[in-house]
């Protein structure tokens, strides 16, 4: 990308004092209009279900995000490998402005100064990042649409990949039954029911109506998970959601803390604990985006792992060539489901392989 930029100054450096680095690979975007039309509740459920099955060892995290497009609305995240997003349409926005510098209605502020003399030269002594003119502007002869609206209706419209035709051989339908015997179905969820779309304030629901109702299989729960690969890294509020609705939400937050239940003085509770998350997903204690996102930043999204044949990288980090090193990679909340695939038989262990590479 640093050889198509505009001008050497908006080139990404990395500065030697940084030394918090890793990788990320790109999130595959098939059947991604499928996932956005995943209820709330469904996801609450899954979360709740491996909670109890596992005894507390596996409680995936969900996080509450802003939904750009119905302000003041939140949902439960599951784009990007912070679960970062809860809609297409602001997933393609934050995608405009931070990887291609293209501003829109949901995210009109520039992020940078630099290259930018235009804006400085019609509007002079004027910080480029406090802007408001988007430059992508709905276009009236197409309702009113731009171009992340077409973006994302591209991406809920890309069919979910199939699976192989060699699914129904034996030695596969063994690898079947032993994914889900070892624990790997407790986060790689195989079978999900789309719902009805929210509404967003003030026009048509979040999803089109045709992707209400779908039996999927993702072969994954969309919540965040400390499997041991985790890097410290939390989301970075402001690029993803924008200064200004960042700042506003944690106005919110300061106003309606007072009145939400408070620990028991003297015994101090961690809010990144599972008792924490769930009284706030119940409703018992309010949200909190900068907290929950810091909670997170030991954790991953789960991989959904159809169309899994087809990657030569695995891992949110792209570090894994080899299926088998990847699943000997989750440890933290997946250390007793790699324990018991390590103890499977030679003949075990491959025809769980061969499941894997039918998705």
């Not at 908006?10 to 990788?23: A, F, H, L, S």
């Not at 994914?179 to 719902?195: D, M, P, Q, R, Y």
């Not at 003297?266 to 998350?277: L, M, N, R, T, V």
Request: proline letters at 7%.
């Amino acid at each position: 990308m640093n050889d198509r930029a505009i001008c050497p100054e908006i080139q990404e450096r990395v500065p030697e004092t940084e030394t918090v680095r890793t990788t990320r690979l790109t999130t595959n975007t098939l059947g991604d209009g499928y996932v956005e039309a995943i209820p709330d509740e469904t996801l609450l459920k899954i979360r709740k279900d491996q909670c109890k099955a596992s005894r507390g060892k596996i409680c995936g995290q969900a996080i509450k995000v802003l939904v750009p497009e119905s302000e003041g609305a939140d949902r439960i995240g599951r784009f990007g490998w912070k679960d970062q997003h809860a809609s297409l349409l602001a997933f393609a926005a934050d995608a405009y402005l931070n990887e291609m510098g293209i501003t829109s209605r949901l995210q009109p502020n520039e992020v940078t100064t630099a290259c930018n003399p235009t804006v400085t030269t019609i509007i002079p002594n004027t910080d480029p990042t406090k802007i408001t003119e988007p430059n992508s502007l709905p276009d009236p002869t197409d309702n009113n649409l731009e171009d992340i609206d077409h973006f994302a209706s591209f991406m809920r419209s890309l069919k979910a990949p199939a699976r192989d035709t060699a699914t129904t051989t034996p030695e596969v339908m063994q690898g079947e039954q032993l994914f889900t015997k070892i624990g790997c179905a407790s986060c790689h969820v195989e079978t999900i029911v789309t719902g009805k779309s929210p509404a967003a304030p003030g026009g048509p629901g979040l999803h089109p109506d045709a992707l209400e109702n779908r039996t999927i299989h993702p072969y994954s729960d969309f919540l965040l998970h400390n499997v041991g690969t985790g890097d410290g890294i939390s989301i970075a509020l402001i690029e993803h959601f924008g200064r200004e609705r960042v700042h506003r939400r944690m106005r919110e937050l300061e106003g309606a803390r007072p009145g939400t239940q408070q620990p028991t003085k003297g015994k101090p509770e961690d809010e990144c604990s599972e008792s924490y998350q769930t009284a706030m997903l119940e409703g018992e204690k309010h949200p909190d985006l900068l907290r929950d996102t810091l909670c997170a930043r030991n954790k991953i999204r789960t991989a959904p792992l159809w169309g899994l044949r087809v990657r030569s990288r695995l891992m949110h980090d792209g570090a894994s060539v080899e299926l088998s090193e990847a699943i000997r990679r989750h440890q933290g909340e997946a250390e007793e489901v790699t324990e018991r695939f390590v103890k499977l038989k030679p003949a075990e262990k491959k025809a769980l392989l061969a499941f894997l590479q039918s998705l």
